[in-house]
């Protein structure tokens, strides 16, 4: 059986392993396909599929991103798959979220220290390096101070959750318009982590439902932030509205302690997906 993981993030945006090294790693680590999926940009794919060419595995590497959206707010994620990266009206989005993000881990950064959290924007930048500055850098920096015991610990209504004490919004795109965007591009759209209550407030089913009948593909239904109970109702739903249900690592290298390909994709819903796209072709390695 075919091993797929649709959801990883390198150094593009907030993830640890470059992009060469999440290729390599995801070669050693036994899949078969695996997408890189930046927030709201395509910035390492040109060093994966770089990478991909040193390969001798059949390693096949699917361009995506993850789009950063809002809906009634609450803030959600949506996956975007084998969408034509130069398409001008999608590109425009993504650099608008793109442009808002600095502005927006600084002043974070401005109420932690409000909040008596000794953080400096000079080592968030430092651990953002060239990424997309987002939560996780600031997050990784609160746990080289101790004031939280983990990344993940620092995702709370007491720091940086959805609403929490510390976070701040940025400039997010309406998910119908993300779901127009990107079928524009010739691309694919799975609502990312659909059911992770951890992280704030989730958006409802009748949401869902809405942006499935405005064309939404799927949905990511096998999640370490989903338990079981969540994973058997979200591949009810999906089977309820005709949405393909995927399942993804959200592989973050080690600011996570999620590995490659601990969820994965059927191969027949991959190959749907591949089948629908018409922006970008899956790449593999020979």
Not at 8 to 26: I, K
Not at 41 to 69: D, F, H, I, K, P
């Amino acid at each position: 059986m075919p091993r797929i993981d649709l959801h990883t993030h390198s150094t593009a945006s907030d993830g640890t392993d470059t992009p060469a090294e999440l290729v390599r790693n995801a070669a050693a680590a036994g899949l078969d396909v695996v997408a890189i999926t930046d927030h709201d940009t395509v910035g390492g794919y040109g060093e994966a599929r770089a990478a991909l060419g040193e390969l001798r595995s059949g390693l096949t590497l699917v361009t995506g991103a993850e789009l950063s959206c809002r809906v009634r707010g609450i803030s959600m994620h949506m996956l975007a798959y084998l969408f034509d990266p130069a398409e001008p009206e999608l590109d425009r989005e993504r650099e608008l979220v793109r442009d808002d993000r600095v502005p927006r881990a600084r002043a974070m950064v401005a109420r932690l220290q409000e909040l008596g959290v000794p953080v400096t924007w000079e080592r968030v930048a430092a651990i953002a390096g060239d990424g997309s500055v987002g939560r996780p850098h600031i997050a990784t920096a609160m746990a080289e101070l101790g004031v939280v015991d983990s990344v993940s610990a620092a995702f709370t209504e007491e720091w940086l959750a959805n609403d929490g004490r510390a976070y701040v919004g940025k400039h997010e795109l309406d998910p119908f318009d993300a779901v127009r965007l990107v079928k524009g591009a010739g691309g694919v759209t799975v609502f990312a982590h659909p059911g992770a209550h951890k992280r704030g407030e989730t958006v409802p089913d009748a949401v869902i439902a809405e942006l499935a009948a405005a064309g939404l593909d799927g949905i990511e239904v096998d999640h370490t932030d989903h338990d079981a109970a969540t994973r058997a109702r979200l591949r009810g739903l999906a089977g309820e509205l005709g949405l393909l249900a995927t399942g993804s690592s959200d592989y973050h290298g080690s600011r996570k302690t999620v590995a490659l390909g601990e969820c994965t994709t059927d191969p027949e819903v991959y190959r749907e997906i591949a089948r629908r796209a018409t922006g970008a072709v899956p790449i593999t390695a020979v």
